[in-house]
């Protein structure tokens, strides 16, 4: 065999292993226009866009009502819904709007005419659209604060104790999970007192200061 002819051969693989050495910059595999190369795990702001493009929020229910006489209308998203017919007119300066069943929708109360912290809850029904008096805040029937934690507070205080009950929903059921009393003593010593619910609604004290 002539040498000349094996000197092909070996040529060859030499220059397959040395270009497997080489490090290669990925950009050189692609060939295709308008096609980028991401090389860090970290997404690109025009990508993070396009992952959110298709998240939609849940229709917002914008609750407000409108006083005709005696007669409120309740309307979501400008649209009424349901009149309630009074024999009073009702004071709206105590009407309170508020998210009362911890359902993400807002919720009404509207006051008696005297005393007004007493009056009715009305809460929105989303698949029906429609209000509903709800008998476990109606059975409260006064007027409750929403706290930040969703939590409802009742005021119950009078001319010596200052008094909150709290309220929170647990599923579809409504109850009491502590009441607090501060109040002073014949030496004009602040005390403070916080009462518990066992799971049958017992109330205990659980801490006094």
Same mark, same amino acid.
């Given at each position: 065999? *002539? /040498?000349? $002819? ?10 397959? %292993? ?5 490090? +290669? ?34 229709? *917002? /229910?914008? $609750? ?10 309740? %309307? ?5 819904? +349901? ?53 476990q805040l109606n059975d409260i029937g006064k007027i409750m604060s ?64």
């Open positions: 065999m *002539k /040498k000349h $002819l094996l000197i092909l051969p070996i040529l060859a693989v030499c220059f397959m %292993l040395s270009s497997c050495g080489k490090n +290669k910059n990925p950009e050189d595999y692609v060939t295709a226009e308008n096609f980028i190369v991401h090389t860090s795990t970290t997404l690109p702001d025009s990508a993070k866009t396009f992952l959110y493009t298709n998240t939609q929020s849940p229709e *917002k /229910k914008n $609750l407000t009502y409108a006083l005709d006489g005696t007669n409120i209308a309740l %309307l979501i998203n400008d649209e009424p819904v +349901k009149s309630i017919e009074n024999y009073y007119i009702p004071d709206t300066s105590a009407i309170v709007v508020a998210d009362f069943n911890a359902d993400g929708y807002d919720d009404i109360f509207i006051p008696f005419s005297d005393p007004t912290y007493y009056g009715t809850y009305y809460c929105y029904n989303y698949a029906k659209n429609d209000f509903y008096e709800d008998n929403v706290s930040d934690n969703g939590t409802l507070l009742l005021d119950q205080s009078d001319n010596s104790t200052e008094r909150t009950i709290e309220y929170q929903w647990f599923g579809n059921d409504l109850k009491a999970i502590q009441k607090t009393e501060i109040y002073k003593d014949e030496n004009k010593i602040s005390h403070k007192d916080v009462y518990k619910y066992d799971e049958n609604g017992i109330e205990y004290l659980f801490e006094s200061t």
